[in-house]
C-alpha cells in the first residue's frame, strides 16, 4: 500500500507530510496515516514540537473524498467522523507536544478540521480557507463547535452559512490563523525550533493546562457534531449535493 503521510525528525521537531495527490483529499485509510504518525511523534521521547506541512503544491487538504458519504450508510460516515474528529483531536490533546499546521495553499472542510486541531496555525500568503460543507447540503458540524469561539458567532455564521472562500490576510485579521508569510513551513519550522529550546516538562504541562481551561465544553460539543452530520450526510439531499458537485450541475434540492 502506497504510503501518502512522510514524517521525518530533526533537532527535536518532528515534521509530518501530507503526499497524497492530487489534493490531499481523506480516506479513511489516508487519515488512519496521520493519526498514525502522530500517535508516534507523541511516543517518541526525542520530539518535542510537530509540524503538520503538504507536500502537494498550493493545497494543504481539501477534505473528505466524497466516495466516503456518496451511496455510503450512516455506520460508514460515523466510523470516519470518529476518526477525523474525536481519534484526531484526541491523539493532539494527548501527546503533550505542540503542534503546528504550516497551511501552503487551499484548505478546505475537512482539511480545515485538520489545520485547526493543532495549537498553532502559520499561512503562507498564497493560502486559501474555506467551509463548503454546506453547499453539498452537509453541516460543517464540527466547527460549530469551536470556530465560533475563536473568531465571534456572527464571522462564524458568515463563514459557515455563506461557504465562501477567503484570504490568508482575512484569516489572519479573524484570528483564525497565528501568523501570514511568504512561506508557511520555513517559519514553522523557525517557531517549532523556538518552542523546542524550552523546558519540555513546562511546555507538555502548560499545554496540558491551556487546553483544560479553553476548552472546558468542547469535548462535549464534538460527540454531538459527529451526530448531526450522520444525521444530514444520508439525507436525499446530501446525496443530491455530492453527486451534483462531482457532475459539475446545480443540484435539485428536494428532501
Known sequence: ??????????????????????????????????????????????????????????MFCAGLDLDIILGSDEATVRAFLNRLYIELWDVQRNMGKPTIAAVDGAARGGGMTLAISCDMMIASEGASFGYPEINLALPPAIHFAHLHRIIGRYRAFDLLFTARTFNAREALSLGLVSRVVANALPEAMAAARVIAAKSPAAIAFSRAAFHREADRTYTDAIARAVDDFCALAVSADAQEGLRAFLEKRKPDWKD
Not at 17 to 34: G, K, M, Y
Not at 35 to 56: E, F, K, M, N, Q
Open 1 to 58: 500500500m502506497t504510503e501518502h503521510v512522510h514524517s521525518a525528525t530533526a533537532d527535536h521537531i518532528a515534521t509530518i507530510t501530507l503526499a497524497r495527490p492530487p489534493l490531499n483529499a481523506f480516506s479513511i485509510a489516508f487519515l488512519d496515516e496521520i493519526i498514525a504518525a502522530l500517535r508516534r511523534a507523541g511516543a517518541d521521547p526525542d520530539v518535542r514540537v510537530v509540524v503538520l506541512a503538504s507536500d502537494i503544491p498550493n
